[in-house]
C-alpha cells in the first residue's frame, strides 16, 4: 500500500471559518476523512503545523520512506528558505498545493521558494488540489 503524507503549514488549521470566500467553508479534518474514503487503497497521513520547525522535521520524517508527500507551506511557501531545502534534501517526490490561485493573488504570493524542489505545483481548485495530487502517485 502506497504511503502518502499531506503536511500543511500556518493557518490551515483555521480551513472552514478563514475567509470562506478564498478558502471554502469545509475544515480540513471533514474533507482528509473524504480523501480517505476516496482513496481506500492509499496509507493517508495528515499533518499540520504553525510551526516552521515542525513542518521541516515532518519532512525529514516522511522524506525518506513515503511514497509521495503533497505540502501546502501556505506562507511559509514565499518565505522559508529552509522548507525549500528540506524539500530538496529528501528523496520522496513532493507536490506543492495551493487551495487558492497564488498566482492571482498579491504579488508577494506569487513566488515559491519551494516549487522549484517539487515535481510539480497545483493551484486554485480548492481542495481539490489534494485530490489531484493525490492522482499523482
Do not use: W
Not at 34 to 51: A, G, I, R
Amino acid at each position: 500500500m502506497k504511503k502518502i503524507a499531506i503536511i500543511n503549514g500556518p493557518n490551515l488549521n483555521l480551513l472552514g471559518t478563514r475567509e470562506p470566500k478564498i478558502y471554502g467553508n469545509q475544515t480540513f479534518e471533514s474533507y482528509f476523512e473524504k480523501l480517505e474514503t476516496k482513496f481506500p487503497n492509499l496509507d493517508l497521513t495528515y499533518f499540520q503545523s504553525n510551526v516552521e520547525g515542525e513542518i521541516i522535521n515532518k519532512l525529514h520524517e516522511v522524506g525518506f520512506d513515503f511514497d509521495g508527500i503533497i505540502l501546502n507551506a501556505a506562507g511559509y511557501t514565499h518565505t522559508s528558505v529552509s522548507i525549500a531545502d528540506a524539500v530538496k534534501s529528501i528523496t520522496t517526490p513532493v507536490v506543492e498545493v495551493h487551495i487558492s490561485n497564488i498566482y492571482a493573488r498579491e504579488e508577494f504570493r506569487q513566488k515559491s521558494l519551494i516549487a522549484p524542489n517539487c515535481k510539480g505545483v497545483i493551484a486554485g481548485f480548492g481542495l481539490l488540489g489534494y485530490d489531484l495530487a493525490v492522482e499523482v502517485f
